[in-house]
Every structure is written in structure tokens, then in C-alpha cells.
């Protein structure tokens, strides 16, 4: 069973902020599926495709509370974790792809590290820009109309990413879209 995580906070005033990217390519990939509740996450089992979506529903830098239990109830494997999640070390739509390393500077993927005690953790790292602004009122800020134009771009080609990751090898993967 893979486990495909996407980061972000929870609650209305956050779902179109930088730092929600994580969720809102979730919500846009499965497109209305009816989401269950367990250890303060919510999601969603593929059985067809072997796989469990997951949003945490604590804030972001607890993020890794609820990917554990999801971990240890599941039995899944560090090798099929997938986590997507906003970086603002790259340019607005930019998509990188990763098979481990440190957070970088990124709280929830901090926290996942530290909780699962492992950095190799595949992740797909979507681009939200910087700014001089201080870097918690930029990532919790919202995207602006523009901005959402690139956004949708962007999720529509991680989804592709997913269906791909769900179906190759992930150095195939990451040649292909990197």
C-alpha cells in the first residue's frame, strides 16, 4: 500500500494559501470523493490503485504526528510514502521531484522526518515563490488571481505526476519530470 500525503493546514481561512498546495492538489486529483476521518487526518483508499491519500488535519508543523499513525495502523512502508507540499525555494509553478533529504527549512516535512526518524521520504516539491514579507505571512497569505492561473496549472500536471508515480519506477519518474 503507497501512502500519498499532501501538506497544508486545516480550516476555510487557509485552503487557498501557499502553504495549502499540498491539499488543494489532493482535493483536485480525487475531485469530490467522500474523505473519512481517522487520527485527526482525513482521507481517502484507492483500493483499485493500492493507495491511501492523506490531508493532516493539525497545522502544518504537526504534520508528522498524523503520517505516523497512518504509518504504524497501515504497516506502509517508508520506500511508499509520497509527500507533497509547497517550497519556496523555488519560483512560483516550478515542480521538483525528490527521493529523500532534509526539510530544507519546511516545518512539516520537519516533523515527518523527526516522527518517522527517516529522510527518505519521496517528495514532490511544488514551487510558491518568495518575498521580502516575513516567510509565515507569505506562505499563509493567499494566492492572488494571477497567481491561482499558474496554480491550477500546476496541479494539473503533479496529478499527471501521480498517476505516473502510481504506475513506474520513481528514478524513471523523476528523469521524466525533472
Same mark, same amino acid.
Given at each position: 500500500?503507497?501512502? &500519498?500525503?499532501?501538506?497544508?493546514?486545516?480550516?476555510?481561512?487557509? #485552503?487557498?494559501?501557499?502553504? @495549502?498546495?499540498?491539499?488543494?492538489?489532493?482535493?483536485? *486529483?480525487?475531485?469530490?470523493?467522500?474523505?473519512?476521518?481517522?487520527?485527526?487526518?482525513?482521507?481517502?483508499?484507492?483500493? !483499485? #490503485?493500492?493507495?491511501?491519500?492523506?490531508?493532516?488535519? /493539525? *497545522?502544518?508543523?504537526?504534520?508528522?504526528?498524523?503520517? #505516523?499513525?497512518?504509518?504504524?495502523?497501515?504497516?506502509? /512502508?517508508?520506500?511508499?510514502?509520497?509527500?507533497? *507540499?509547497?517550497? =519556496?525555494?523555488?519560483?512560483? +509553478?516550478?515542480?521538483?521531484?525528490?527521493?529523500?533529504? !532534509?526539510?530544507?527549512?519546511? /516545518?512539516?516535512?520537519? @516533523?515527518?522526518?523527526?516522527?518517522?526518524?527517516? /529522510?527518505? =521520504?519521496?517528495?514532490?516539491? =511544488?514551487? &510558491? +515563490? @518568495?518575498?521580502?514579507?516575513?516567510?509565515?505571512?507569505?506562505?499563509? +497569505? $493567499?494566492?492572488?488571481?494571477?497567481?491561482?492561473?499558474?496554480?491550477?496549472?500546476? =496541479?494539473?500536471?503533479? !496529478?499527471?505526476? &501521480?498517476?505516473?508515480?502510481?504506475?513506474?519506477?520513481?528514478? $524513471?519518474?523523476?528523469?521524466? *519530470?525533472?
Amino acid at each position: 500500500m503507497k501512502l &500519498i500525503v499532501g501538506l497544508g493546514n486545516p480550516g476555510v481561512e487557509f #485552503k487557498y494559501t501557499r502553504h @495549502n498546495i499540498g491539499f488543494l492538489v489532493i482535493d483536485r *486529483y480525487l475531485d469530490n470523493v467522500k474523505f473519512k476521518k481517522k487520527f485527526n487526518g482525513e482521507y481517502y483508499i484507492d483500493g !483499485s #490503485k493500492n493507495v491511501i491519500f492523506l490531508k493532516p488535519m /493539525n *497545522y502544518m508543523n504537526l504534520s508528522g504526528e498524523v503520517v #505516523k499513525k497512518f504509518v504504524d495502523y497501515f504497516n506502509i /512502508n517508508i520506500s511508499d510514502i509520497l509527500i507533497i *507540499y509547497d517550497d =519556496i525555494a523555488f519560483e512560483l +509553478g516550478t515542480i521538483k521531484i525528490k527521493p529523500d533529504g !532534509s526539510a530544507g527549512g519546511h /516545518n512539516g516535512i520537519k @516533523n515527518i522526518i523527526a516522527l518517522l526518524g527517516n /529522510n527518505k =521520504i519521496k517528495r514532490i516539491r =511544488i514551487g &510558491i +515563490g @518568495n518575498s521580502n514579507k516575513d516567510v509565515k505571512d507569505y506562505v499563509l +497569505g $493567499k494566492f492572488s488571481n494571477d497567481e491561482l492561473i499558474k496554480v491550477e496549472k500546476v =496541479i494539473k500536471n503533479v !496529478s499527471e505526476i &501521480i498517476d505516473n508515480y502510481l504506475l513506474m519506477d520513481f528514478e $524513471k519518474l523523476m528523469s521524466k *519530470y525533472n
